[in-house]
């Protein structure tokens, strides 16, 4: 174990008051948390700082959530979306999220899963994470339909939007994150060959982030535009209350949206720095809104400066803004990604963000800042949502439980 | 800076004195090593032990030979091709190198390159390496037809081949690789765009490896089979014969064979894990051939065991092994990759490895190696070439030079 991982980190993205306050509430288990070594996030004993590199970690599979919504990002992901064949009802469901989560309880601990074949490939300290979820299709096999969590639908269409079906919809989703690539391609396959007898791969999507600097300490990390992104994900009390359902089976669980949204660099690269700024009303040097001094501090939206306010009225970061929603907020846990195809014979490479975000209710949350988003914001010139899917994230589970077990149990 | 960085490693992949051999003999300038830590390779002080953990370094750009040929591996891997445009001509290119060359020196060192148009994304110890080389299309331009490097020529049709001309040929190549994905699109996307009035992208590849173990220790990695791929690379003085040239202009440089070789992960999981270490000649647990104790472990060919030869007639390392192709090698530093594509509107999903392979002359050393495997390998049975291509690499360069300056200046 690397030494300079115990070390205090200087800003945690979760409060740790806030996740401990929900682990006593809850009570399911143990805590999402680091195994051997120092504990992340929920625990019964006092909590620790977080370490200060976040890379190479084992984390517990089991815990109030399921290991990737309030872990630390790791470098590279997978997001894998299923459709259900005919024959899969929910007892079958069941039998698969059984399996699920053996493979799971077993990868994340970096070791092989039952009937392994790439054994090797399993490997300790690669912070792997997996994540399930229910698309709107589960809720359609017979029996389920009444257990439709509030809030839970597909995002409606919107005027920006140039939705390519690949890229749309699902029954099911692994995510699986990790920092490496080989490790994230070896657990994705055993979950996907496990998954054949009940659904088909429908599509998947690779991304990466960098959530370190470059003395390896954790930070917010950049999308692909340069930007620093996340800075203003809740924290604490804050963060539960968004994230986290309260609604019947799903308590303890979230929803989750997921966008693929193209970024177009090369026009991008044409504007100013200046309009670059203006477009979000945060600096590109450090994140910190343009009214202030730090990447942490809030937006001031008053703020005047020559007449006009600092902020655009147009600037993404004040249409997303909770005051100007309502104070709806979500946990955003974006991806970079870069895809390259072949379009008439030429090949064409794209870049954007797979955009990931959280919380308790997909009507009342995510929806209606899209909605202004889709109406306003200053970023619609370079960005064009390409994708979208929706899934029910059940809550975690404990030793000898298996995720989904509120729901099919 | 880590400390743990600064404890030997167990196992060098490069043997220290061969590497400082070369360097006096050569005495290009610098050395490709690390900058602000210890030294890795090349140096006029005695070389220090190289570090435990490789993730998360700056090396130099400059030193005799290119980074990324004798560098340790990094995480992540793009490798871009390019055809050149009808004007440019050798005077064209050789402006397109100072370019590229400036770009190099400012994104290995952490800075922005000139014009960046996204400066936060040039990051600090990502371990970044980006290496230049020339495919035969060069050689085609007025005047440089003379400098066709001794053996430099196309790889000839195998039976095996499923060549696509997607993933075939190219006039120049970029390489980069870092720790860090995002590091290393922003770093491809500024030599792409620099590119831009001489050479069009041809094609992208994207890869990956794990260079360490769950302790951070450096080791030789595995492909998508599980295999330990790379455990009989050349090394010491044996890995400067085989991989530098010393043909004129060439001299200090090298010759690259870029193959994608499609893995079929499904029909090699079907095969028993005796078959599957028996067409390798190794273990699978350690990398360790059939006949001896540890992975660093020369094969016994000549070894029997009930009437045959423990390492079979067909196995690859029996036929890829030096002492049957007349002591011709070369130094592999291969790539997983996953692809996605939509073949009529359904998802295809593949897996393989970017065979990169570096070597003195192609004609003698990769073309009959290859010619051999494609006769008897037993691997072929789940391997696929679907690529192609071989560049030259010119040698490195020092401060105040630029790559490809022995040929273009
Ligand atoms: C490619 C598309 C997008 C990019 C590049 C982008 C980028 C950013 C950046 C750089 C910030 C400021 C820093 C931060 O707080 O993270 C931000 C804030 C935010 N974004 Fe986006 N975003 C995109 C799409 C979206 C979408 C589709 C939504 C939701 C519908 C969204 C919701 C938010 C929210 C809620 C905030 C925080 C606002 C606050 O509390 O101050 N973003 N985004
Ligand atoms: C997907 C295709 C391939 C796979 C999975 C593969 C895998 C391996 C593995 C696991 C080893 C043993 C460990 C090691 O020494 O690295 C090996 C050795 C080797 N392979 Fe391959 N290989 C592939 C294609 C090729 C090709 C196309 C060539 C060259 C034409 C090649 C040349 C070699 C050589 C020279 C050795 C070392 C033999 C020795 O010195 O003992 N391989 N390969």
Request: charge should be negative; aromatic fraction near 8%; charged fraction near 20%.
């Amino acid at each position: 174990m690397d030494p300079a991982r115990l070390t205090p980190m200087p800003t945690s993205p979760i409060s740790r008051r806030g996740l401990f306050g929900y682990a006593g509430a809850a009570g399911v288990g143990g805590a999402a948390g680091i195994v051997g070594g120092r504990a992340w996030g929920l625990s019964d004993a006092p909590t620790p700082e977080p370490p200060n590199r976040v890379l190479g970690q084992d984390y517990s599979p089991y815990g109030a959530q399921q290991a990737g919504i309030f872990t630390p990002q790791s470098q590279v992901a997978e997001l894998v979306a299923f459709d259900l064949l005919p024959a899969t009802d929910a007892s079958a469901l069941g039998r698969l999220m059984r399996v699920w989560t053996g493979d799971i309880a077993a990868l994340m601990s970096g070791r092989p899963a039952a009937g392994d074949f790439a054994p090797e490939l399993a490997q300790a300290n690669v912070s792997l994470t997996a994540l399930v979820g229910f698309g709107p299709g589960v809720f359609e096999l017979e029996g389920l339909g009444p257990s439709l969590p509030a809030g839970f639908q597909e995002i409606p269409a919107m005027t920006h939007d140039r939705l390519e079906d690949r890229w749309n919809g699902g029954d099911l989703l692994i995510w699986v994150t990790a920092d490496d690539a080989t490790s994230v391609s070896h657990a994705v396959r055993r979950l996907v060959s496990d998954a054949r007898p009940f659904a088909s791969r429908r599509w998947t999507q690779r991304g990466f982030w960098r959530p370190t600097d470059a003395s390896g300490a954790a930070v917010t990390g950049r999308n692909l535009f340069g930007q620093v992104d996340g800075s203003a994900n809740p924290k604490g009390d804050v963060l539960e209350e968004t994230v986290l359902s309260t609604d019947g089976w799903l308590a303890g669980g979230t929803q989750l949206v997921v966008r693929r949204i193209e970024m177009n660099l090369d026009t991008w690269d044409e504007a100013t720095r200046d309009r670059q700024e203006a477009s979000m009303g945060r600096r590109l040097s450090d994140g910190a809104p343009l009214t202030g001094e730090s990447e942490g501090d809030d937006l001031d939206l008053a703020a005047t400066a020559d007449g006009s306010t600092v902020i655009a009225l147009d600037a993404h970061a004040r249409l997303a803004h909770p005051s100007q929603n309502r104070e709806r907020r979500m946990l955003r846990r974006g991806l970079n990604y870069t895809h390259e195809t072949v379009v008439d014979g030429a090949p064409v490479d794209t870049s954007g963000l797979i955009f990931c975000a959280f919380q308790a209710n997909i009507a009342d949350q995510f929806i209606p800042v899209q909605r202004s988003l889709d109406q306003a914001d200053a970023l619609n010139e370079w960005t064009t949502a390409i994708g979208s899917a929706v899934f029910v994230i059940p809550p975690g589970f404990s030793e000898g439980g298996y995720v989904g077990e509120t729901l099919l149990g």
